[in-house]
């Protein structure tokens, strides 16, 4: 038999056989319920009330236990919680690419949205989404109740990796879908249209795409949304120049430059991102002597904070992440709440554009 | 008597009352140690010698267990050798501010090394250093080894908040300290006085001080050095104006237009981050018509990747974040080893000047 009591039992017998450990001072100097019964001088099960929303207990008992606990620095252990219910409240999110505000931004609101929801962030920072699978046996050892990622999942591997945890996936912008794995996207796709729409009324005669990497789903399919509206707005596909960077401010000015060598210039550009973006504005000036929006228009995706800076006061799309991340907190609930096997979801959130200085002037 | 196998017993019985709980599903899709010695034909310690590293167990029934455990999906549960040792090898990480890309960089930096040293990020978010403490109460259920903070920290409370905890804390840039708590610095002092000394040499006769919040006390130690030497060479107090940010682009910006209004024209900035450097930039050409570095030269602090960007080209500080991540990692490791009480140090680093085209020309 093995209650709630066993396990406090086995707490105290742990905290006495370690005073010959270690770590002994690591465990003997965290207070236990025990401690605070009895300073308060109740029960152990009224400290185990005082500290459970909801539980039964008078105003004044409550009163006694947190000043007692208050004076001891006693705080409730989740642990025990955790074995039994076989529910941590901990969620596992994998991040990575930091130095891209969008990513640094849409982690703050996620980890906000997360610990209002009474769950608690156990965050795994991974270089690259192709070695999320060894840092996954680590997260889940914690015994997780699920994972957040927004990285971008471009392989199928990693997918399989994921649906094998059998633990709800919940993923940002990926394209790959499998069982537990469900997924936010924005609308990409959208974007690129409307992208297209608006430089096409600024006069675009020789568009550039500029790229995100090539596993970038969510950049691919910006680019195919732009590809389709620069053709309907009568611009034949082949006069549509295309160039890949990796979605970092130098490689937008790299981009350019290389242009520059090849003798193209264009007089539009939707970028797959800002940061690329802006480093496409101060090679165009610099490389060029071509000024936006004067002598090109030009657009990124994300509305990070740069964009907003006078130097760029560049168009974008936000992302709208305040709404991806309540959409993800749904899936979450959803793949949480349910007794019927695995979910598997997409939704899509349509980016909003904010118009800036670099498509404003009319030429 | 409480020892590893009865901790397995327990586990047993949870599972099966679980079947009728709420959380059933939860539950019963964790494959065990059982289950996967069941399948190798081993027995269960067998299974938990296969997991820990430096285990007595013979390569073969080691393979055997380990294709066991890959064709199940098992993965070691770390809740029972948290219980059973006190140590949960997860360190608390409190973060804000992360639309600073310092921050961002630096969260990405401490989460890998955390990562290579075998621990665990348990991330909280906050959105300032005053709300703390009531995010310490959550952290700490999860019996956390440690705090680990970016947040700067300037209020008395929140350092008796941490202190009362009586677990390892370590800082960055806080100027209090307290028992438990540890800090590694910038040497924020001693780049002021650098700041000055080169921004004399560039002619400086009008020098401004962009000053961060007065809660932040790294920024009041580059003011404070800073102003020394501006002293130092040759120029009275007096004529050092002084005005005050909240370490945004806007705020930088702001400033600037300001001073404007008031018919202050500078001739030497020393900013206290790069955010607001970069908007001060920006308000100088814009509301003053003055350009860096011909008509002023300024320096930032952080090295925040946009300080190298084109239309900034920033001369700024960088705070050595690797160094400070490591000494930080030894900090905690020289807390969490004692046996001795609590641990409180504090060690400084030297921040790397980067001249860059903001401070170059000769005027």
């Known amino acids: 038999m093995c209650d709630i009591a066993a396990w406090h039992d086995c707490t105290v017998a742990v905290r006495l056989r370690a005073k010959h450990a270690t770590w002994e001072n690591a465990i003997i100097r965290a207070v236990t319920s025990i401690d605070v019964a009895r300073a308060a001088g109740v029960s152990q099960s009224a400290v185990s009330r005082a500290f459970s929303p909801g539980s039964s207990i008078s105003a004044r008992t409550k009163q006694k236990v947190l000043a007692a606990a208050a004076s001891l620095g ?3 252990n989740r642990i025990p919680a955790i074995m039994l219910s076989g ?3 901990m969620v596992g ?10 990513y640094a931004t849409a982690l703050e609101r996620l980890a906000t949205a997360l610990r209002e929801s009474g769950l608690q962030v156990l965050l795994m920072h991974v270089d690259d989404a192709l070695t999320l699978d060894s840092a996954l046996d680590r997260l889940v050892s914690y015994r997780i109740d ?3 990622t927004s990285l971008a999942i471009g392989s199928k591997a990693v997918v399989q990796a994921l649906s ?5 996936v919940v993923c940002f912008n990926s394209s790959h879908v499998g069982p537990w794995i469900s997924t936010v996207n924005s609308n990409n796709h959208g974007a ?4 297209a729409r608006l430089l096409g009324r600024h006069g675009m005669q020789r568009p550039l795409w500029l790229a995100g990497p090539s596993r970038n789903s969510a950049s691919r399919a910006r680019g195919r949304g732009f590809c389709q509206g620069v053709r309907d707005t ?10 890949q960077g990796n979605d970092t401010y ?6 350019i430059a290389r242009l520059q060598k090849q003798g193209i210039r264009p007089d539009a550009i939707f970028s797959s991102n800002d940061m690329m973006a802006c480093g496409a504005i101060d090679a165009l000036r610099e490389c060029m002597g071509l000024h936006c929006p004067h002598d090109v228009a030009i657009m990124g995706y994300d509305n990070i904070p740069q964009a907003a800076w006078r130097s760029y006061d560049l168009t974008s799309f936000d992302q709208q992440t305040d709404q991806m991340v309540a959409r993800a907190m749904q899936l979450l609930d959803e793949a949480l709440g349910t007794q019927d096997g695995p979910v598997s979801r997409t939704c899509i959130v349509d980016a909003q554009l904010i118009e800036r200085g670099s498509t404003r002037a009319a030429r």
Request: proline share 9%.
């Open 74 to 76: 006693y705080r409730p």
């Open 234 to 243: 009568g611009i034949p596909s082949a006069r549509l120049v295309r160039v």
């Open 93 to 102: 999110v994998v991040i990575g690419g930091l130095e891209n505000p969008f």
């Open 146 to 148: 699920a994972i957040v």
């Open 87 to 89: 529910r941590s409240f």
């Open 250 to 255: 130098d490689s937008g000015y790299d981009a």
């Open 192 to 195: 690129g249209l409307v992208a």
């Open 164 to 168: 094998q945890l059998r633990l709800p």
